[in-house]
């Protein structure tokens, strides 16, 4: 477990593409757990370590995730994710080139729990959710192309149903027409990085989570790293 940001109040931890955030039907082990280990340990606390969940990634999606390391924190992380308070940035890779190489989409989204999937529709339809996103297509390679994300909303699978629904399903991401399967069951979808107004101390707290190291976002690092120079930089903790 890659620890990107800690202080007395919160820990922000980079998510590989095959954990879960929250314990599900699965029984395994969720990544609130083993950071609640991770602290137990080095802290050498005793008895139990309180870690609340505010956000959740997709499990075949990795990135950066926030965990509230005390009651306070968490009640006001979850107004904030809530209220659209967080600035949340993602790098999808995707095999269709964007028709425009930047936009705002809106959609409403349908939830359909039986199959665990969202439909996006272009009007609004009985129990939709409106969902709203901007893209900008940042780098291309031979056969892909590497799209940054601003989620406005928060809705389920909501950017992976978006780009679908835009003709550029994320590769790996066979639930919205990706063509195949990534060979590690990743799909190719990144929150590389987080921005917000600390729930306590209110400082500014922005967090890059370092892209999944194989052939494929390999490829793109260059791009990566001139479009984004400060996720060169330390992430900055403060020891609790």
């Given at each position: 477990?890659?620890?990107?940001?800690?202080?007395?109040?919160?820990?922000?931890?980079?998510?590989?593409?095959?954990?879960?955030?929250?314990?599900?039907?699965?029984?395994?082990?969720?990544?609130?757990?083993a950071?609640?280990?991770?602290?137990?340990?080095?802290?050498?606390?005793?008895g139990?370590?309180?870690?609340?969940?505010?956000?959740?990634l997709?499990?075949?999606?990795?990135?950066?995730?926030?965990?509230?390391?005390?009651?306070?924190?968490?009640?006001?992380?979850?107004?904030?994710?809530?209220?659209g308070?967080?600035?949340?940035?993602?790098?999808?890779?995707?095999?269709?080139?964007?028709?425009?190489?930047?936009?705002?989409?809106?959609?409403?989204?349908?939830?359909?729990?039986?199959?665990n999937?969202?439909?996006?529709?272009?009007?609004?339809?009985?129990?939709?959710?409106?969902?709203?996103?901007?893209?900008?297509?940042?780098?291309?390679?031979?056969?892909?192309?590497?799209?940054?994300?601003?989620?406005?909303?928060?809705?389920?699978?909501?950017i992976?149903?978006?780009?679908?629904?835009?003709?550029?399903?994320?590769?790996?991401?066979?639930?919205?027409g990706?063509?195949?399967s990534?060979?590690?069951?990743?799909?190719s979808?990144?929150?590389?990085?987080v921005s917000?107004?600390?729930?306590?101390?209110?400082?500014?707290?922005?967090?890059?989570?370092?892209?999944?190291?194989?052939?494929?976002?390999?490829?793109?690092?260059?791009?990566?790293l001139?479009e984004?120079?400060?996720?060169l930089?330390?992430?900055?903790?403060?020891?609790?």
């Amino acid at each position: 477990m890659e620890v990107l940001y800690e202080d007395n109040h919160i820990i922000i931890v980079s998510k590989n593409s095959s954990e879960i955030v929250q314990g599900d039907k699965t029984g395994d082990r969720p990544l609130s757990e083993a950071v609640g280990a991770w602290i137990k340990e080095k802290y050498c606390k005793p008895g139990n370590v309180f870690v609340g969940v505010a956000h959740r990634l997709d499990r075949p999606v990795s990135g950066t995730v926030v965990f509230a390391r005390t009651s306070k924190a968490l009640a006001r992380l979850n107004d904030m994710f809530r209220d659209g308070m967080v600035d949340k940035r993602y790098l999808a890779i995707v095999r269709n080139r964007p028709e425009k190489p930047e936009g705002i989409l809106t959609n409403w989204l349908v939830r359909n729990e039986k199959q665990n999937r969202s439909y996006a529709y272009d009007t609004e339809k009985p129990g939709s959710k409106k969902a709203v996103l901007k893209y900008r297509l940042i780098g291309s390679s031979v056969n892909y192309h590497l799209i940054e994300v601003e989620l406005m909303t928060g809705r389920h699978h909501q950017i992976r149903c978006q780009l679908a629904k835009m003709g550029c399903p994320i590769k790996g991401d066979l639930k919205y027409g990706a063509e195949r399967s990534n060979p590690d069951g990743s799909i190719s979808l990144h929150a590389y990085r987080v921005s917000f107004e600390h729930p306590v101390s209110h400082k500014s707290i922005t967090v890059y989570a370092p892209v999944p190291d194989d052939a494929l976002w390999n490829s793109f690092r260059d791009i990566i790293l001139q479009e984004f120079p400060d996720s060169l930089q330390d992430n900055q903790s403060e020891q609790p």
